[in-house]
């Protein structure tokens, strides 16, 4: 074998090379959509030591894919103080995980999508919330190291959502 083809082929392994590493960074950087029952989300909650905000939507609901671009432009402004956004499917199980993860994707999502695996509104939404209706968009904000927590069952706009995080984060503690 001459220099050419040993130069030639070195080559040909360094192009496959790289683009088996950049296809697996691809790989690693789609999102994993967890399938969680509301026990699992009470217990992120639980151990969570970062002001929540947790917001409940589906694909199927246009003012939750509303809100949620401007729920993590806004979030994302408070990384710093510990805020963190769970972005909770309600979507049906049929859609769970290959439409759910594709449109995650497609929608550009960043924040952590989970999705949760109930089906009797009866038993999760009061879990959530006392007065939880089922209603989407649903976004619960949870501060806690003060006890701060305030439930809303609507969209929430841009401004409000800014508001709220405000009084989260320099929320007092509640005794």
Same mark, same amino acid.
């Given at each position: ?125 009061? !879990? ?20 701060? !927590? ?22 007092? !503690?509640?005794?």
């Amino acid at each position: 074998m001459n220099f050419y083809n040993v130069f030639c082929r070195m080559k040909i392994l360094k192009s496959i090379l790289v683009l088996l590493l950049f296809s697996g960074a691809l790989i690693t950087n789609a999102q994993t959509i967890q399938s969680w029952k509301v026990t699992n989300l009470q217990d992120y909650v639980s151990k969570s030591d970062s002001i929540l905000v947790i917001n409940f939507w589906a694909t199927f609901c246009k003012p939750c894919n509303t809100e949620i671009p401007y729920f993590e432009t806004t979030v994302n402004k408070y990384k710093n103080q510990k805020v963190k956004l769970l972005l909770v499917s309600l979507d049906l199980k049929s859609l769970y995980p290959k439409t759910l993860t594709a449109f995650a994707k497609k929608k550009k999502y960043t924040s952590q999508v989970v999705w949760l695996n109930e089906t009797d509104a009866d038993y999760f939404c009061p !879990r959530i919330d006392k007065a939880w209706s089922g209603g989407i968009p649903a976004t619960l904000i949870i501060n806690p190291k003060t006890g701060y !927590r305030k439930f809303f069952e609507d969209e929430l706009k841009p401004e409000e959502l800014e508001k709220e995080l405000h009084i989260a984060i320099t929320a007092i !503690r509640i005794k």
